[in-house]
C-alpha cells in the first residue's frame, strides 16, 4: 500500500487569498487522486491528476478555481485560489495502489478554514 | 450519474456487539472497497473486494461483493471502542472512465463501553 503525505495539516486563510496543498507519495504512482470532503459530508472528487498530462476535472470542479500540478510520479500540489468561506473543507488526495488501479490510498488531509 | 446508498447513516451500539452496514448501487460495480475515517483523519482502507461473490476478512471486520455487483455489506464483530467512526463505502462503477471513485454517505458508529 501507498503512504501518503500532505502539507499542511490544516491552515486558516483569508478571503481572497490562495493556498497550495502538497502531497506527496511514498513509490510511484501512476494516478493521483484530490477530493474534498466538506463538514460532516461524504468525499467528492476534485480532479486526477496523471502526470504528463492535463489533470481531468470533474463536473463543478474547474481548473481556475483549483490548478493542480503533477510535475513527477510521486508529488503533486492542488492549489485553491481566490478562497470564499464556502471553500472551507477538508481537501484529500489520494494514489492509486493495491491489486488493482481502483484501488486508492489517502493521505490525512488539509483542514482548510476560509475566514 | 452513479449513486450509492449507505445504510444505517448512523449506529450506537454496545461494546461486544456485532454491527452490520451496507451500500447499494444504481449501476454495477467493478470494485468494493471500505473504508474507515477517524476525526480530522484520511479515510483508511479496510477491505477491497474485487469479484462478485467475494468474501474477505480482516480481522473482526467481514465484508462481501454482492452477486448482483450492485450491493455490498460490512460486518464488525464484537466491536470495541476503537471502531468508532465513519465507515464509507466506495467503488469504481463499470460506466466510470479511469479509477474514479464514488463514495457513499457514510456510516457514522458509535460504540458505548
Known amino acids: 500500500s501507498a503512504v501518503i503525505s500532505q502539507k499542511p495539516s490544516r491552515d486558516i486563510c483569508q478571503r481572497g487569498t490562495s493556498l497550495t496543498i502538497q502531497c506527496q507519495v511514498d513509490?510511484?504512482?501512476?494516478?493521483m487522486f484530490w477530493y474534498r470532503q466538506q463538514p460532516g459530508q461524504s468525499l467528492t472528487l476534485i480532479a486526477t491528476?496523471?502526470?504528463?498530462?492535463?489533470?481531468?476535472?470533474e463536473s463543478g470542479f474547474v481548473i481556475d478555481k483549483f490548478p493542480i500540478s503533477r510535475p513527477n510520479l510521486t508529488f503533486s500540489t492542488l492549489t485553491v485560489s481566490n478562497m470564499s468561506p464556502e471553500d472551507s473543507s477538508i481537501y484529500l488526495c489520494?494514489?492509486?495502489?493495491?491489486?488493482?488501479?481502483?484501488?486508492?490510498?489517502f493521505g490525512p488531509g488539509t483542514r482548510l478554514t476560509v475566514l | 450519474g452513479q449513486q450509492l446508498n449507505q445504510s444505517p447513516q448512523s449506529m450506537f451500539i454496545q461494546e461486544g456487539e456485532d454491527v452490520s452496514m451496507n451500500c447499494t448501487s444504481s449501476?454495477?460495480?467493478?470494485?468494493w472497497l471500505w473504508y474507515k475515517q477517524d476525526p480530522g483523519e484520511g479515510p483508511v482502507l479496510l477491505i477491497a473486494?474485487?469479484?462478485?461473490?467475494e468474501l474477505t476478512s480482516n480481522g473482526r471486520l467481514t465484508a462481501q461483493f454482492g452477486i448482483t455487483r450492485k450491493d455490498s455489506f460490512l460486518n464488525i464483530s464484537a466491536s470495541i471502542p476503537s471502531d468508532v467512526g465513519i465507515y464509507f463505502c466506495?467503488?469504481?462503477?463499470?460506466?466510470?472512465?479511469?479509477?474514479?471513485?464514488?463514495f457513499g454517505e457514510g456510516t457514522q458508529l458509535t460504540v458505548n463501553p
Open positions: 473486494l474485487y469479484k462478485a461473490g
Open positions: 489520494s494514489a492509486e495502489g493495491g491489486r488493482g488501479a481502483d484501488t486508492q490510498y
Open positions: 513509490s510511484q504512482v501512476t494516478m
Open positions: 491528476a496523471n502526470q504528463g498530462s492535463e489533470a481531468t476535472y
Open positions: 466506495a467503488g469504481p462503477g463499470s460506466q466510470t472512465s479511469g479509477s474514479r471513485l464514488t
Open positions: 449501476s454495477i460495480f467493478n470494485t
